[in-house]
């Protein structure tokens, strides 16, 4: 089975771009949740949808970043405008809904450089 | 809210012996699950054992067993018969009934040849 599939594995672009970040859950899970990797901050979550619904977006750091998932199998990430603080690894998980013991499945994440 | 806490940020160990990192975690909730996971340079999250709250019998998964005590809410992983491909951060992680994950700082092992 395809694990969970996150597109680019590497983005690095300039202050003020738009940078969109892509996830492809495994079929059939329910829940999808974005993580962010740093230095000095660790693994902390971001947002998580269930059935597609945003669930919780508290970890969202500002306006700045967005997230939707239009469809079961797609999710994004986008940063607009983005900064050099925002460089970081995000990775994209993805869980079955039965049962809260399920453990997540993460992809391989993209590594974010803002120059 | 919830606290995982890892107070090791280094460990190693020789090849073939045993290595035990630490955990121990807050949470309010009454039902939960705690999980091990392995990041390796490949950066990849891989998924090591897990073990839920209700349960008083440890998990094992082959070379890999925890010892949860929850009173003392800890919640530490035992490597037995280390190998060079256990070399990793691993990151100890909490599940309540929001769902998400909350992970500790991570501990950075080193297995020596």
């Known amino acids: 089975d395809a694990g969970v599939i996150q597109s680019p594995r590497h983005e690095v672009t300039e202050m003020g771009q738009e940078v969109t970040l892509r996830c492809k859950p495994i079929?059939?899970?329910?829940?999808l949740f974005w993580y962010r990797q740093t230095m000095m901050r660790g693994l902390e979550l971001l947002i998580y949808?269930?059935?597609?619904?945003?669930?919780?977006d508290s970890g969202m750091p500002e306006d700045r970043f967005s997230a939707k998932m239009p469809n079961a199998s797609f999710s994004t990430l986008k940063i607009q405008p983005s900064e050099p603080r925002d460089s970081a690894v995000y990775f994209c998980?993805?869980?079955?809904?039965?049962?809260?013991?399920?453990?997540?499945?993460f992809g391989d994440g993209t590594r974010l450089s803002i120059l | 809210a919830q606290t995982v806490t890892q107070s090791q940020p280094e460990m190693s160990v020789q090849e073939a012996e045993t290595v035990t990192l630490s955990c121990t975690y807050d949470?309010?909730?009454?039902?939960?699950?705690l999980f091990w996971y392995k990041q390796p340079p490949s950066r990849q999250m891989i998924l090591v054992i897990r073990?839920?709250?209700?349960?008083?019998q440890n998990a094992t998964e082959n070379r890999f067993s925890v010892n949860f005590q929850k009173a003392a809410k800890s919640f530490s992983l035992k490597i037995s018969d280390s190998q060079l491909g256990d070399a990793a951060m691993y990151f100890c992680?909490?599940?309540?009934?929001?769902?998400?994950?909350?992970f500790g700082s991570g501990t950075q092992l080193t297995v020596l040849p």
């Open positions: 073990q839920e709250a209700y349960k008083q």
């Open positions: 949808f269930n059935n597609n619904v945003p669930i919780d």
């Open positions: 949470t309010s909730e009454s039902d939960y699950y």
């Open positions: 079929s059939g899970h329910d829940y």
């Open positions: 992680a909490l599940s309540g009934s929001a769902r998400q994950l909350t």
């Open positions: 998980a993805s869980s079955p809904g039965t049962g809260s013991n399920q453990p997540q499945h």
